[in-house]
C-alpha cells in the first residue's frame, strides 16, 4: 500500500522557490547600496564581475521600450508557475519536475518583483571572459535558476513514461 505524501513534501517546493526568491532579493539589495552604476568589483580572482544594472527589459534587454508588457508576461509565467507547480507538488515521485518549477518559480517571484516594485530588474553578475559579448552579458540569481529549472523541466518530460509534454 502507498503511502500519501506528507505535508513536509509538498511545501518543501515552495519553501525551496522563496528561498530562491529571497537570496536573490538579498544580493540585489546588497548590490543596490553598494555600487554605483558604473562601478564592477572583481570577485573570485576575476572570473565574475559584480556589476549594477537596470534591466528594464527581459533577457538581454529585449524589448526594454515595451516594460509595461514586459512586466504583464512575467507575472502572467509567475501565476503560472505556481499552478504548475501546486498541480504536481502533491503528487508522488516527479522530483526533477518539482525541482524545476520550484527553481523557476524562485527566479520568476524575484525578478517579477522587481519588475512591479523599480520598473527594473537588478542583474549584478558578468563572467569576466575574453569575448566583450560575454562579458557584457549581465545576469542574476533568478536567471541562472530559471534556466536550470527550464532544463530539469525539459529533461523530466523526455524521461516520462507515462505522460505526454
Not at 553598494?34 to 568589483?41: G, I, P, Q, V
Not at 524589448?63 to 501565476?79: D, L
Not at 562579458?135 to 529549472?149: K, Y
Request: aromatic share 8%; hydrophobic share 45%.
Amino acid at each position: 500500500m502507498k503511502k500519501g505524501l506528507s505535508v513536509a513534501g509538498m511545501i518543501l517546493p515552495f519553501a525551496g522557490a522563496l528561498g530562491i526568491a529571497a537570496t536573490d532579493l538579498f544580493f540585489k539589495n546588497k548590490v543596490d547600496k553598494e555600487l554605483d552604476e558604473s562601478e564592477n568589483k572583481e570577485i573570485k580572482k576575476g572570473i565574475f564581475l559584480i556589476r549594477k544594472h537596470h534591466n528594464r527589459g527581459a533577457m538581454f534587454n529585449l524589448a526594454q521600450k515595451y516594460p509595461q508588457e514586459v512586466t504583464g508576461v512575467s507575472v502572467f509565467s509567475t501565476v503560472l508557475n505556481f499552478l504548475a507547480l501546486a498541480t504536481i507538488a502533491p503528487k508522488r515521485g516527479r522530483v526533477l519536475e518539482k525541482a524545476g518549477f520550484s527553481l523557476m518559480l524562485g527566479g520568476a517571484i524575484s525578478n517579477t518583483y522587481d519588475r512591479v516594485k523599480k520598473k527594473y530588474v537588478m542583474d549584478y553578475v558578468s563572467l569576466d571572459v575574453k569575448p566583450e559579448k560575454v562579458r557584457n552579458i549581465v545576469f542574476n540569481i533568478s536567471d541562472v535558476s530559471l534556466l536550470l529549472g527550464v532544463i530539469l523541466v525539459f529533461i523530466s518530460n523526455l524521461t516520462a513514461k507515462d505522460r505526454a509534454l
